[in-house]
């Protein structure tokens, strides 16, 4: 987000050491630290939790692709995405 530690624990009331322990891994926020986090950075909570997760990017290009695409590809990717979201990994 182009937030240095110190803006983003100035932000959420929290000390630059902390924030660099989460970073690392090293240590797990309160459930509203979390929230202050997620609102700060303006992302959904489960995008922390995913090893992959989807972002805004990826949305936008999808919905470019898909607004460009007649009704049946359309559907058809709609199909397929559907397929791979079932699909155990």
Known sequence: MGLSQEQLAEKIDKSISFIGQVERGECFPKFE???????????DANELFAENPITRDDLTELCDLALHMDEKKRSLL???????YKMPL
């Open 33 to 43: 630290t979390l929230q202050a986090l997620v609102a700060c950075l303006g992302i």
């Open 78 to 84: 709609i199909e397929f995405a559907r397929l791979l």
